[in-house]
């Protein structure tokens, strides 16, 4: 399995705002996620972070709203751009590595926007 | 098709029983069924998961069925703990994607 280290774990935000969300692998993985949860609710896949190039977005979700990089295999970042209260939720980081189909979890980023 | 639908929503069960929780989907092209465990506060955390191929498995109290034909699977949790009380979603994984599409999440507790 991987550790994976998300920070910060909470935020409280203005409106119109952004963060930028880390994740941090202990290992080299082959794919890396950013799923949003909202407020008692369940998962929803936000985009595949590909090494070196532009992420790929679910159907919703919009690279102006929710830029991603990925520099290398252990490290990604979501920004969270010009922040509403809708945003409030929790972002989660999520990897595959290349020894099986299991996706591994971050903590979460509990994002409250003001 | 892409939705995964989850049953029941909320769960309590006595210490000592078993818990059970269906879902069910649309699309043949799921290939991969897992079970995440999420406490408050935390990240979802894998708890077993199973492929078409198999009918049934099981870990430890955990036991996965699964029915091909009526696209439904569902969680067992035999010998159910207070511990055990938690938020439960199952997903589903179209071939090939390693992306996982959730189910809506089933709160269970566990009364000592």
Request: proline share 5%; charged share 15%; glycine share 8%.
């Amino acid at each position: 399995s991987a550790v994976i280290s998300q920070k910060p774990s909470r935020d409280i935000c203005q409106r119109g705002t952004s963060l930028t969300i880390q994740c941090q692998v202990d290992s080299q993985v082959t794919m890396m996620f950013w799923y949003r949860q909202q407020p008692g609710q369940s998962l929803t896949l936000i985009a595949t972070a590909n090494q070196g190039s532009e992420a790929t977005y679910e159907s919703g979700f919009v690279i102006d709203k929710f830029p991603i990089s990925r520099p290398n295999l252990t490290f990604s970042t979501l920004t969270v751009s010009n922040m509403s209260p809708e945003d409030s939720s929790i972002y989660l980081c999520s990897v595959v590595g290349g020894w099986n189909t299991e996706a591994f979890f971050g903590q979460g980023t509990r994002l409250t926007v003001v | 098709q892409q939705q995964v639908k989850q049953s029941p929503q909320s769960l309590i069960v006595q210490k000592g029983g078993i818990s059970i929780i269906n879902c069910a989907y649309e699309n043949t092209a799921f290939d991969y069924f897992p079970w995440y465990q999420q406490f408050p506060g935390k990240g979802p955390a894998l708890l077993i998961a199973i492929r078409p191929d198999v009918s049934e498995k099981k870990e430890g109290r955990f036991t996965i069925s699964f029915n091909k034909s009526a696209k439904q699977f569902s969680l067992h949790i035999m010998d159910s703990q207070p511990g055990d009380s938690a938020t439960y979603f199952c997903a589903a994984s179209p071939s090939g994607t390693y992306k996982y599409i959730f189910g809506t999440g089933t709160r269970l507790k566990v009364l000592a």
